[in-house]
């Protein structure tokens, strides 16, 4: 069997300690939802109490007498775009963002250090402008994050972009009577941030 297709880790676990594996679980409930998340990762050498050490996934759990996985889990080798920070939910059906049109990113806190997706405490998603944090139900994230206005998408996202302009006017009116040269150089940065953000907002509003 090809590494490049998805296998049971415990039939065949990987030969290549050094590439990047892409892994996955069955569906499980995960903050409220049936989920199914999907990662990439190294493998990382472990110890094994007075046994040899063993190469495992990185999220393993060793209790004091045994490492484990959950089971069904299932790995291949990553694709291009399948970094060790692309974690793709599967379950979370989240509609693109209303400005970029890209895809908002979906991370997660675990119950303790280190932990796995599958025991995620709460998700947090973030997109252009957007850091929202600390959805234990993920239900409530979906639905917050899909509910659209009905203001149409070109006014929203064009007063977004005056408002940052406004912003960065006034910041920049601000830095020219500000004597301490650090204090003003930082003042002229933040401005210079506002109006580059105004400049992605206009990109991204759609032609009437």
């Known amino acids: 069997m090809?590494?490049?297709?998805?296998?049971?880790w415990s039939e065949r676990r990987p030969d290549d300690t050094k590439a990047l594996y892409r892994w996955r679980i069955p569906a499980r409930m995960i903050c409220g939802m049936m989920l199914r998340p999907e990662w990439s990762a190294k493998l990382q050498y472990c110890g094994m109490g007075y046994g040899p050490s063993e190469w495992w996934p990185e999220y393993s759990r060793w209790d004091g007498y045994v490492r484990s996985v959950p089971a069904g889990m299932e790995w291949r080798l990553a694709r291009d775009g399948e970094g060790e920070d692309n974690i793709f939910w599967g379950g979370l059906d989240l509609l693109p963002c209303p400005h970029t049109g890209g895809a908002p990113k979906v991370t997660y806190r675990g119950r303790w250090l280190h932990a796995g997706p599958w025991d995620a405490e709460s998700l947090s998603l973030r997109a252009w402008m957007v850091n929202s944090c600390g959805w234990e139900d993920a239900?409530?994230?979906?639905?917050?994050?899909?509910?659209?206005?009905?203001k149409p998408l070109a006014d929203q996202t064009a007063a977004i972009a005056r408002?940052?302009?406004?912003?960065?006017?006034?910041?920049?009116?601000?830095?020219?009577?500000?004597?301490?040269?650090?204090?003003?150089?930082?003042?002229?940065?933040?401005?210079?941030?506002?109006?580059?953000?105004?400049?992605?907002?206009?990109?991204?509003?759609?032609?009437?």
Do not use: C, Q, Y
Request: no cysteine.
């Open 2 to 8: 090809s590494e490049t297709e998805w296998t049971l």
């Open 163 to 208: 408002a940052l302009e406004s912003e960065a006017a006034r910041l920049k009116n601000e830095a020219m009577g500000i004597h301490n040269s650090s204090m003003r150089d930082a003042t002229e940065r933040e401005a210079a941030a506002f109006f580059r953000a105004a400049g992605i907002a206009r990109t991204a509003t759609p032609a009437a």
């Open 139 to 150: 239900n409530k994230m979906v639905a917050s994050w899909n509910l659209r206005p009905e």
